[in-house]
């Protein structure tokens, strides 16, 4: 049974930074495509940045250079570097995992089949 569970939310002040963290149990899959999204009231879900087995990232326009991905292969753990944060980044952030690997639509919700409860950020101006 795969879990993934999110950690290291909070309340920052505008152009602090946060550091979410994602616990993957019972994922086994050799390639495999791993995301954070988040959602923000009253809107849909979006993607902002993925990582593939291979190493390969892919952001949002609206955090590059701003957020970081990276992975913990030897603890299971995906992070999310967020940097110079802004008040426009408040939302339920959420790590989501794939099932086949492909990867083919890394920032698309509909890649992803396991998903986290998620983390609020906030960021006050």
């Not at 309340?11 to 979410?20: F, I």
């Not at 099932?99 to 509909?110: H, I, K, M, W």
Request: hydrophobic share 30%; proline share 2%; glycine share 12%.
């Amino acid at each position: 049974q795969v879990q993934l569970v999110e950690s290291g939310g909070g309340s920052v002040q505008a152009g602090g930074s946060l550091r979410l963290s994602c616990a993957a149990s019972g994922y086994t899959y050799r390639s495999y495509c791993m995301g954070w999204f988040r959602q923000a009231p009253g809107k849909e879900r979006e993607g902002v940045a993925a990582i593939d087995s291979g190493g390969s990232t892919s952001y949002a326009d609206s955090v590059k250079g701003r957020f970081t991905i990276s992975q913990d292969n030897a603890k299971n753990t995906l992070y999310l570097q967020m940097n110079s944060l802004k008040p426009e980044d408040t939302a339920m952030y959420y790590c989501a995992a794939d099932s086949d690997g492909s990867c083919f639509s890394p920032l698309g919700r509909y890649e992803y089949k396991y998903w986290g409860q998620g983390t609020q950020v906030t960021v006050s101006s």
